[in-house]
């Protein structure tokens, strides 16, 4: 099972998700200290859950839907982690250290602030 955490305000502007098949875990506001310049310092979190099997295709709709600059989702299965951007999905074997340090790479180049690329395993 994929379990993940979606920030609502990472959404561009006039996009949707529709047609899911995931399992909301919980939603809940949270104040961010760490926001970059561009993002509101509240948040709305979506927790979700999804079929391993809609791994790729769950990023690949992400991809389309996320604002930029700075936004990404993260989740993963029993064995990978999925790092989603606006037009760019990085996946690596949990743990994998080359996998993720490419992933975090692209996050600093792209304004994630230091303190929000701290993605569980």
Request: charged share 25%.
């Amino acid at each position: 099972m994929i379990r993940g955490t979606l920030v609502c305000e990472s959404l561009r502007v006039g996009s949707s998700l529709e047609d899911l098949q995931w399992t909301v875990r919980g939603i809940r506001r949270v104040g961010v200290g760490s926001a970059a310049p561009d993002q509101p310092n509240l948040w709305t979190l979506i927790d979700f859950e999804v079929a391993d099997d809609a791994a790729d295709g769950l990023a690949e709709c992400l991809a389309g839907v996320l604002d930029e600059p700075g936004w990404y989702v993260d989740y993963h299965t029993e064995s990978d982690k999925f790092i989603v951007f606006a037009g760019r999905t990085f996946k690596y074997r949990r743990g994998q250290v080359e996998g993720r340090q490419a992933a975090a790479d692209y996050a600093r180049s792209h304004g994630v602030p230091e303190a929000q690329i701290d993605w569980p395993e």
